[in-house]
């Protein structure tokens, strides 16, 4: 899937270049970007690869450059999904740009790009329940709380976590655009 450039008020989404390696770097190697994300905290080869693999055409993932400063602050994982017409969304913001909403304003861009432009019948995004920043997000964007998996994604030896999974069909973002402009 070739993937979108998009554009906020605040916000330019692009694809990933080999070149950001040192800003995905600089959030995926802080504990706190990276406690509730399978793959954990990258060091700096990681962060070459990750750039490297996103920045390729196999890419499921987009840089969120800040306007004003032109900085990567995040990216934002976008994907289809095992299922025809269906793809997946997340998000990881550097811990500096916490709080700020980037990552609702990214996610609104996302899914009126995959429900408006990639016609998509279903987006979906998941978390774990402690991570209440990420399920929130999900809430904001009007994505519905689907499932509750207990002890289903494996972290490490030993290490079970649950894990949210929210979803929007396509009837639902036309219901919330038709509420507000916003979304």
């Keep these: ?3 979108p450039e998009v554009e906020t008020s605040r916000l330019r989404l692009r694809p990933i270049a080999a070149g950001d390696w040192p800003a995905i770097f600089a959030y995926m190697s802080d504990p706190r970007v990276t406690a509730f994300l399978p793959q954990g905290r990258l060091d700096e080869e990681a962060s070459r690869a990750f750039a490297l693999k996103h920045s390729s055409d ?3 993932a987009l840089a969120v450059i800040e306007k004003k400063s032109g900085q990567m602050i995040g ?4 994907h289809r999904w095992f299922a025809p017409e269906t793809f997946e969304i997340g998000w990881a913001f550097n811990h500096a740009h916490h709080g700020k909403g980037y990552a ?3 996610g609104q861009a996302l ?3 995959a429900f408006e432009t990639l016609k998509a019948h279903r987006v979906i995004a998941t978390c ?3 991570n209440v920043a990420s399920w929130r997000v999900a809430e904001k964007l009007g994505l519905r709380r689907e ?3 207990r002890a289903a994604l ?6 079970w976590w649950d894990e949210f999974f929210y979803a929007l069909l396509a009837e639902e973002y036309a219901a919330l655009r038709s509420h507000s402009p916003r979304v």
């Design 147 to 149: 499932a509750h998996f």
């Design 104 to 106: 609702t304003e990214a």
């Design 128 to 130: 774990q329940p402690e």
């Design 58 to 60: 196999e890419g499921e």
């Design 111 to 113: 899914l009126a790009h």
């Design 75 to 78: 990216h934002m994982p976008f």
């Design 1 to 3: 899937m070739h993937l």
């Design 154 to 159: 494996y972290r490490a030896p030993g290490i």
